[in-house]
């Protein structure tokens, strides 16, 4: 079946530490999307990638990075310098055409990080 | 900037209720707009969208139908079972910003009680 990945499902992390969140897709989609999802406040854009070797920054990309060396993986890392980094995480794709998938977001089962 | 506001929640209604959830967007040009369901524990799903002025989505029951004269894309279901528990979330297209990425409203969360 195709779908996206995200793993670990749960995360526990000292402060001070960095982490990074897999996510992987069989979808075949070139766009991939990383939201923060926090109780109240909906979700927020993160980083996103159209297409291999290049990601943009979304609305709350401090202290976030990610890479995107092969289309099926886009993982994130949450730095030391993320203040606030206790979320619950979710990774999208989309197909990145203009036909009857545009702009429809597949998304995966999310990622909870927990700061201790 | 584009932007979506729907009603707070928590609704909370009996077994085979009607529901309706407000949603109502600012946006320049002609948005595609959605309804996306999260049950608990899990991520979004999609549930319905609507990609043109007047166009009615649906979807097990649900129904949601793109007004421009009045930036509405209300929610609505004649029955709600305790299954239809969950948070939903009204989101719109940003075309100004990245293809494919959406806004979304704070989500609103549904108890359907036996």
């Known amino acids: 079946d195709g779908g996206i990945t995200q793993s670990p499902k749960y995360l526990f992390r000292k402060e001070g530490q960095n982490v990074t969140l897999s996510c992987e897709q069989n979808l075949n989609h070139d766009a991939m999307y990383w939201y923060r999802q926090d109780p109240g406040q909906g979700l927020r854009l993160i980083y996103y990638s159209q297409i291999v070797n290049d990601f943009q920054k979304g609305d709350i990309a401090e202290g976030y990075s990610v890479s995107r060396e092969k289309k099926e993986s886009f993982p994130l890392t949450v730095t030391s310098a993320q203040k606030n980094p206790t979320a619950f995480y979710l990774c999208?794709?989309?197909?990145?055409?203009?036909?009857?998938?545009?702009?429809?977001?597949?998304f995966g089962a999310g990622s909870r990080l927990t700061v201790l | 900037g584009n932007s979506v506001t729907q009603m707070e929640g928590p609704v909370t209604l009996s077994e085979e209720a009607f529901l309706t959830i407000n949603c109502t967007y600012t946006a320049t040009g002609y948005p595609s707009l959605f309804w996306y369901v999260q049950y608990p524990g899990e991520g979004l799903q999609l549930l319905l969208k609507a990609t043109k002025a007047d166009d009615k989505g649906s979807n097990k029951g649900f129904e949601a139908t793109y007004r421009k004269e009045t930036t509405s894309f209300h929610l609505e279901k004649g029955s709600v079972q305790v299954s239809d528990s969950a948070v939903y979330f009204c989101a719109l297209s940003d075309h100004g910003g990245s293809q494919g990425n959406l806004i979304f409203g704070k989500g609103t969360k549904l108890s359907v009680k036996p």
């Open positions: 999208a794709t989309n197909p990145g055409d203009r036909g009857a998938g545009a702009n429809v977001l597949t």
